[in-house]
């Protein structure tokens, strides 16, 4: 049986991985875009990273251009972009889609695993709307900075919307609850 760890996926330089090497950590795979108005969220999770990778949490960054054209850029202009913006230590992956036909199977994966965010997606759902955009409804990716939790077993455990900020109560107890399980 195919797991969550198993899926092929490839570093933003272009090797060959899966998220199976981080097994036994804690993991939280963002999806993330450089032109994005959550954009600055890049901050919070390389703080995120550097106070808690010792103590077994990995943050997977994985670009995608799905929302608004947002991340437009190469593999190459993100990680200098993620690099001179944010001085981002995390590892990234290169670009994929998280929605639509053409959804990589890592995010099938998740979002069959967790098919609703924590964080009140619907009143970001209004505001999309209010801008003249028809959102993604659940299963799917709702916008950028998209957040699932996996434990160290590789059980997807929480998801959280994308306004939902990586310093939030609600994230960090969670990473706390899977760190400590």
Same mark, same amino acid.
């Not at 103590?55 to 608004?68: C, S």
């Not at 913006?85 to 967790?114: E, M, N, W």
């Not at 659940?138 to 959280?160: H, M, S, T, Y």
């Given at each position: 049986?195919t797991? *969550? +760890?198993d899926?092929?996926?490839?570093? $933003?330089t272009g090797?060959p991985?899966?998220?199976?090497? @981080?097994?036994? %950590?804690?993991l939280?795979?963002?999806n993330?875009?450089?032109?994005?108005?959550?954009?600055?969220q890049y901050?919070?999770? !390389? &703080?995120?990273?550097?106070?808690?990778?010792?103590?077994?949490?990995? *943050?997977?960054?994985?670009?995608?251009?799905n929302?608004?054209? &947002? !991340?437009?850029g190469?593999?190459?202009? *993100?990680?200098?972009?993620? %690099?001179?913006? @944010?001085d981002?230590?995390?590892?990234l992956?290169s670009? $994929?889609?998280?929605?639509g036909?053409? +959804?990589h199977?890592? @995010?099938?994966?998740?979002?069959? %695993?967790?098919p609703?965010? %924590?964080?009140?997606?619907?009143a970001?759902?209004?505001?999309?709307?209010?801008?003249?955009?028809?959102p993604?409804?659940?299963?799917d990716?709702?916008?950028n900075? !998209?957040?699932?939790?996996i434990?160290? +077993?590789?059980?997807?455990v929480?998801?959280?919307?994308p306004?939902i900020?990586?310093d939030?109560?609600?994230?960090?107890?969670? $990473?706390?609850?899977?760190?400590?399980?």
């Amino acid at each position: 049986m195919t797991t *969550i +760890q198993d899926i092929p996926v490839n570093t $933003i330089t272009g090797q060959p991985t899966t998220i199976g090497a @981080y097994a036994g %950590s804690v993991l939280l795979v963002v999806n993330v875009a450089s032109k994005c108005g959550l954009t600055p969220q890049y901050e919070a999770l !390389e &703080q995120l990273y550097e106070a808690r990778k010792d103590d077994g949490l990995a *943050i997977l960054g994985f670009p995608a251009n799905n929302f608004g054209a &947002q !991340e437009p850029g190469t593999d190459e202009e *993100i990680v200098e972009f993620c %690099s001179t913006g @944010y001085d981002v230590k995390f590892p990234l992956f290169s670009k $994929i889609s998280v929605v639509g036909d053409d +959804q990589h199977p890592l @995010y099938a994966a998740l979002t069959a %695993s967790a098919p609703r965010a %924590s964080g009140d997606p619907d009143a970001f759902r209004e505001r999309l709307r209010g801008f003249g955009m028809t959102p993604n409804e659940d299963p799917d990716v709702l916008w950028n900075f !998209e957040k699932f939790l996996i434990d160290r +077993q590789g059980n997807v455990v929480a998801r959280f919307a994308p306004t939902i900020t990586p310093d939030d109560p609600l994230v960090t107890a969670a $990473i706390d609850a899977a760190l400590a399980g």
